[in-house]
């Protein structure tokens, strides 16, 4: 598949994000998480922008949920494709973002 070293070569250029790792998914796993979704041709060259999918699963999820992502952590393809920087953009401000609470007990 395409995405999946093509995404990875943010690996190479020193992109980490913390305490997540880039999978990617194939056949069933694949068609659950992206419905509908095919995979670019293997023969369109390297530099053309990607228009690849991208979903940020947490580690631990069930395995019954873990496909149905909320829309939030779920990026769809694009017919014009994306840039690696606009990958990088969208992870940063969706899967690196958590939440914290305080609680104070009196």
């Given at each position: 598949?395409?995405?999946?070293?093509?995404?990875?070569?943010?690996?190479?250029?020193?992109?980490?994000?913390?305490?997540?790792?880039?999978?990617?998914?194939?056949?069933?796993?694949?068609?659950?998480?992206?419905?509908?979704?095919?995979?670019?041709p293997t023969?369109?060259?390297?530099?053309?922008?990607?228009?690849?999918?991208?979903?940020?699963?947490?580690?631990?999820?069930?395995?019954?949920?873990?496909?149905?992502?909320?829309?939030?952590?779920?990026?769809?393809?694009?017919?014009?494709?994306?840039?690696?920087?606009?990958?990088?953009?969208?992870?940063?401000?969706?899967?690196?973002?958590?939440?914290?609470?305080?609680?104070?007990y009196l």
């Amino acid at each position: 598949e395409r995405c999946a070293p093509s995404i990875q070569t943010l690996y190479d250029e020193g992109f980490t994000m913390y305490g997540r790792d880039f999978i990617s998914v194939e056949g069933e796993a694949s068609n659950a998480i992206f419905p509908g979704w095919s995979p670019p041709p293997t023969d369109v060259p390297t530099d053309v922008p990607l228009d690849c999918p991208v979903a940020c699963i947490e580690r631990g999820v069930e395995r019954s949920v873990a496909a149905k992502t909320m829309p939030q952590f779920h990026l769809e393809a694009r017919s014009e494709g994306r840039s690696l920087q606009e990958y990088k953009d969208w992870v940063f401000s969706a899967c690196q973002r958590v939440e914290q609470g305080f609680v104070n007990y009196l």
